[in-house]
C-alpha cells in the first residue's frame, strides 16, 4: 500500500451563529472591529436591524430553527439606543425567550444580548470569539424538526435546516 | 341523488370536539339532513372495516381532531386522508398539536416512566409497561405504539383546511359546512376563522390604555376580576393580541383572559414568540433586576405561550439527546 494515503482529517466543528445588531451602536461597533482590523471568529452572520428593539423572539426562533446553534443580539447600552427604549423593549422579550428557551433544553449560552456602544470594536471581537468558543463546547443545537407535510410552509420552515457540523 | 358523504374521527383529543358538533343543537338536523355521517366512531357504530371499503375520495369530508401521537392514529389519519375528498384538521390539537402537544417538552421514556411508575397513585409491582404485543393465552394481542412526539395533523398527512379551537366555537363549524356544502372554499390551507386578532373588535376594547403598560402579571384564580376593563389592562395575562379571532370572545364574557386556542394569525410564523413578543414588551420597567422579578410570576412560559400548539412551533419539542432519534416513523 501507497504510504502517502491521506487520511480524513476529523474536522471541528464549527458553529454558527446568527447576530442581530442594531444600526446605531453595535452594527456601527462591527464596521470598526473591521476598520481597525481586529480579526475574530468567522462563525458570526451579522444581520443588520434599526434597532435591537425590532428583534423579535420568532426571529431568534426561526434563526435556531433554520440552523443556527447561537444567536447574539447586540444593541445600545442602557440610556443610549437611539429610539429611546428600543434595547429596553428587546431586554425584556429576550428575559422571557431566555426562560421559554430553558424550558425547551436550548442552554443559556446560545441565546445572548449584550450592550455594545459605536466606539467598543474590541467588544465584537472578544464576544464573537468567546460564543464560538463556547459553542464548539457546547457543540451543535439538536432540535427536532418535523416539517408540515403540505400546504404553504411557514416562512421559517423553508429551507429545511441544512446538516450539521461542516465549516462555514 | 344521495347525499355527500362526512367522516368524523378522534386522535389524541379529549372528546370536546365531538361536544362542539352536538353544541349545534338543532342546527344538527339541517346537518344530518344535507350530509350522510359514513364514520363517527363517538356516535355512530361504524368501524375501521367499513372506511376500508370504501373507495378513495368516497367521503366529500373529513374532519380529524385530536394530535398524533400513536401508531394507530397515525394508520388512521393516512387512511381518511384517502378516503376524503376534503380533509380538515378539527380543533386545536389536530391544527396546532393542542394541549397533548405538551408532552414534546419530555421524551417518551420519561413520560412512561411517571405514568407507569412514579405517580403516587400508580400501583404497578412488576413494572409492566405497554407493550407493542403481548402473548396471551388466547393468543397475540396487540396495542398502537406511543410515538416519541406528539405532532399536529399536518405533520402526518396533507391537510385542506383547519377549523381552529378548543373547541372549535360552533359558529365557526357552521359556516365551515355552508362553505363545504356550496363548494364556496378559500384556497387549500386556509384556517377556516377570521384572520384579525382577537384584541382588535374586543368588546372591552374602549378600555384598553392607548399606552399599555403592566406593574405586576397577576393569576386570575388569585384576584377579583373586573368584568368590564380590559384584562391586560389589569395585569392578567390576555393572550388577545395574538390570537385569531372568532370564538366570539366566549373567554373574556366569561370574565376569563385569553388562553389562545385559535392560534395565531397567517403572518405569524410561531404563536408563542408573537405572544411573547407583545407581553414581555409590557412589562413598566426598564431595570434587568426589577424585569427578572416579574417575568418571575410567569412561572411556565412554555405552558402559557404555547399551551395549544408546541408541535406547531418552531422549535416542536424539547432539544437534546433523543433529539437523533425525534420525529421519525418506525
Given at each position: ?26 452594527y ?17 452572520r ?20 433554520q440552523?443556527a446553534d447561537?444567536?447574539l ?21 429576550f428575559q422571557?425567550l431566555?426562560k ?38 457546547l457543540?451543535p443545537?439538536?432540535?427536532?424538526i ?8 411557514r ?12 465549516a462555514? | ?9 378522534w ?9 362542539s ?13 344535507a ?33 398524533i ?19 380538515i ?29 412514579d ?19 388466547h ?9 416519541e ?5 399536518d ?21 365551515a ?23 382588535e ?17 397577576k ?13 391586560l389592562a389589569q ?46 414588551s ?12 416579574m ?35 418506525p
Amino acid at each position: 500500500m501507497s504510504s502517502n494515503v491521506t487520511l480524513p482529517v476529523a474536522k471541528e466543528f464549527e458553529p454558527r451563529i446568527v447576530a442581530f445588531f442594531c444600526n446605531w451602536c453595535t452594527y456601527t461597533a462591527g464596521d470598526l472591529a473591521g476598520a481597525a482590523r481586529l480579526a475574530y471568529a468567522p462563525n458570526m452572520r451579522v444581520i443588520r436591524l434599526m434597532c435591537s428593539g425590532r428583534v423579535d423572539p420568532e426571529f431568534v426562533l426561526a434563526a435556531l430553527r433554520q440552523g443556527a446553534d447561537g444567536v447574539l443580539i447586540g444593541g445600545c447600552h442602557p440610556g443610549d439606543c437611539h429610539y429611546r427604549e428600543g434595547n429596553y423593549k428587546c431586554l425584556r422579550r429576550f428575559q422571557l425567550l431566555c426562560k421559554f428557551l430553558r424550558q425547551m433544553g436550548v442552554e443559556e449560552q446560545r441565546v445572548r444580548l449584550e450592550w455594545i456602544a459605536a466606539s467598543e470594536g474590541d467588544k465584537v471581537q472578544k464576544i464573537a470569539n468567546e460564543m464560538t468558543a463556547q459553542l464548539k463546547l457546547l457543540g451543535p443545537l439538536r432540535l427536532q424538526i418535523t416539517p408540515r407535510v403540505n400546504g404553504r410552509p411557514r416562512a421559517a420552515e423553508c429551507p429545511p435546516a441544512p446538516t450539521k457540523g461542516v465549516a462555514p | 341523488m344521495s347525499k355527500p358523504k362526512v367522516g368524523f374521527y378522534w386522535c389524541a383529543s379529549c372528546g370536546g370536539c365531538e361536544e362542539s358538533v352536538v353544541d349545534l343543537a338543532e342546527a344538527i338536523l339541517d346537518v344530518t339532513a344535507a350530509v350522510d355521517f359514513v364514520f363517527f366512531p363517538v356516535a355512530m357504530d361504524f368501524k375501521r372495516s367499513d372506511v376500508e371499503a370504501m373507495a378513495d375520495g368516497a367521503m366529500a369530508a373529513c374532519m380529524i381532531n385530536g394530535a398524533i401521537r400513536s401508531s394507530e392514529q397515525r394508520a388512521m389519519a393516512k387512511l381518511l386522508r384517502r378516503k376524503a375528498q376534503i380533509l380538515i384538521a378539527y380543533g386545536a390539537c389536530s391544527h396546532q398539536g393542542g394541549i397533548p402537544g405538551l408532552a414534546n417538552l419530555f421524551d417518551r421514556q420519561s413520560i412512561l416512566q411517571t405514568v407507569y411508575r412514579d405517580t403516587p397513585s400508580t400501583v404497578n409491582p412488576g413494572d409492566i409497561r405497554p407493550e407493542a404485543s403481548t402473548r396471551i393465552p388466547h393468543g397475540e394481542v396487540e396495542l398502537p405504539v406511543l410515538d416519541e412526539q406528539v405532532k399536529s395533523l399536518d405533520q402526518v398527512v396533507p391537510v385542506d383546511y383547519y377549523i381552529p379551537g378548543c373547541a372549535p366555537p360552533v359558529q365557526l363549524l357552521k359556516d365551515a359546512l355552508a362553505a363545504i356544502l356550496t363548494g364556496r372554499l378559500p384556497p387549500k390551507g386556509s384556517v377556516l376563522a377570521p384572520d384579525k386578532a382577537l384584541c382588535e373588535q374586543c368588546p372591552r376594547a374602549p378600555s384598553k390604555p392607548d399606552n399599555l403598560l403592566i406593574d405586576q402579571f397577576k393569576r386570575p384564580h388569585l384576584e377579583r376580576i373586573d368584568p368590564e376593563k380590559c384584562l391586560l389592562a389589569q395585569g392578567f395575562l390576555c393572550l388577545g393580541p395574538a390570537t385569531r379571532g372568532g370564538c366570539g370572545w366566549a373567554c373574556i364574557n366569561a370574565n376569563m383572559p385569553c388562553t389562545g386556542c385559535l392560534g395565531p394569525v397567517s403572518r405569524t410564523r410561531d404563536y408563542g414568540g408573537a405572544a411573547m413578543s407583545a407581553l414581555a414588551s409590557l412589562v413598566n420597567s426598564n431595570d434587568e433586576a426589577q424585569i427578572a422579578a416579574m417575568l418571575e410570576t410567569i412561572v411556565d412560559p412554555a405552558g402559557t405561550f404555547y399551551r395549544y400548539g408546541l408541535p406547531a412551533s418552531l422549535l416542536f419539542a424539547r432539544a437534546g439527546a433523543n433529539a437523533d432519534k425525534g420525529g421519525h416513523e418506525p
